[in-house]
Every structure is written in C-alpha cells, then in structure tokens.
Nanobody
C-alpha cells in the first residue's frame, strides 16, 4: 500500500502560480500512474491531470490545459503539479492519487489517495 502526502497549497491571487508536490511512501512508485484531482465546496471531485508510470505521457482536463503541468520524478517518489495563471474557479482541495491499473481520468479507478491540500485563489 502506498501513502501519499500533498504539500504546496495556499492562498494566491488570481494570475499567480503555485506548485503542488506529492510524496509517495512506496518504493515501487514507478508502477503507479499518478493523477491530480480537485474538489470544490458543494461539488464532486473532478479530474485535473494525470501522468503515466514512465512519465512519458500526460493528460489534462480542458479547464486547466495550457495552464497546469504535471510531472514526476520516479527517483524521488514525487509527483508535481505546476499551476500557472490561476483563476478563482481553481479554488479547491487538491488530491494526489495513485493507480495500479489502467491509465485514466475516472477517480474511481485510482487506488490510493492523499489527504489533500487547499488551494485558494483570490480574485
């Protein structure tokens, strides 16, 4: 079982940037596809970005495409989400998740989740 811990959230003005980090405890981190999801108050959890095991392929929600970038470092068991040009509607709790199976965007397909980190964008 892998444990995930997110960090890097905070309060930022619209147009600003944040970099989220997710540290994984599992030594075989490279077997997992990794994803970032977010959940705003009163809304369902939604997909943000995902990256394959090798890091060779990424996928983004349309709402963040061109502004966010997901990356990973398998030597450090880390995954990152660089968020630029932030908007008020990006305000949410951001979760890191690990998927042992097929690469995808459905949160139900992910096996392990972190506790989340709050991102608040002021307009």
């Amino acid at each position: 079982q892998v444990q995930l811990v997110e960090s890097g959230g905070g309060l930022v003005q619209a147009g600003g940037s944040l970099r989220l980090s997710c540290a994984a405890s599992e030594g075989t981190f490279s077997v997992y596809h990794m994803g970032w999801f977010r959940q705003a108050p009163g809304k369902e959890r939604e997909f943000v970005a995902a990256i394959r095991r090798s890091g060779g392929s990424t996928y983004y929600a349309d709402s963040v495409k061109g502004r966010f970038a997901i990356s990973r470092d398998n030597t450090k068991n880390m995954v990152y989400l660089q968020m630029n040009s932030l908007k008020a509607e990006d305000t949410a709790v951001y979760y890191c998740a690990a998927d042992r199976g097929l690469f995808g965007i459905n949160p139900n397909g992910y096996d392990y989740w972190g506790q989340g980190t709050q991102v608040t964008v002021s307009s």
